[in-house]
C-alpha cells in the first residue's frame, strides 16, 4: 500500500507549468507541523491536469491544504554527472481547508489592487462617457 495523506500550508505562491505534451502540472511546496514537538518538515506535492489548474486557481502562500496522495520517486543525473534521487507527493486529491471567506476576501482585494482595462489605457470610464 502506498498512500499518504497530509495537512500542511503552501510555503510559497504556485505556478502552472505545462508539459511538451500539453498537461498542466504544479508542484505545492507544503510546511507542515507535526504538532507536538512544534518540527516542521517541508514537503514538495506534485498535482496533475486539472486539479493542478485549481490549485494555482485557488491557492497562495499560506494557504491550507489536505493532500491524499502517493509516494513517487524518480532519479536524474546532475550538472556534474551525478545521479541523484528525489521523491515527491503527487496528489490524487487536494481539499481546500482554508476559510472560503479568506479566499474571496483574499480575491476581492487582489481585485481592488488590479486596475480597470480603463485605467490601464488611461480612458474614462463607461459611466463618464457623453451618452446621447
Known amino acids: 500500500m502506498n498512500r499518504v495523506n497530509l495537512i500542511g500550508r503552501l510555503t510559497r505562491d504556485i505556478e502552472l507549468k505545462i508539459t511538451s ?17 512544534g518540527k ?27 493532500i491524499d496522495g502517493y509516494l513517487q520517486s524518480n532519479s536524474y543525473n546532475d550538472p556534474q554527472g ?5 521523491v515527491n507527493v503527487v496528489a490524487e486529491r487536494v481539499e481546500f481547508l482554508s476559510p472560503k471567506e479568506a479566499r ?25 462617457l457623453p451618452w446621447n
Open 82 to 86: 551525478n545521479k541523484r534521487k528525489i
Open 21 to 37: 505534451n500539453n498537461i498542466s502540472m504544479t508542484k505545492l511546496p507544503l510546511a507542515i507541523n507535526d504538532g507536538k514537538s
Open 104 to 128: 474571496t476576501r483574499e480575491a476581492e482585494e487582489d481585485k481592488q489592487d488590479t486596475p480597470t482595462m480603463s485605467e490601464a489605457l488611461g480612458l474614462p470610464e463607461i459611466e463618464d
Open 40 to 66: 516542521v518538515s517541508y514537503i514538495t506535492v506534485v498535482a496533475w491536469r486539472e486539479l493542478a489548474d485549481n490549485c494555482v486557481r485557488f491557492l497562495k502562500k499560506g494557504s491550507k491544504v489536505g
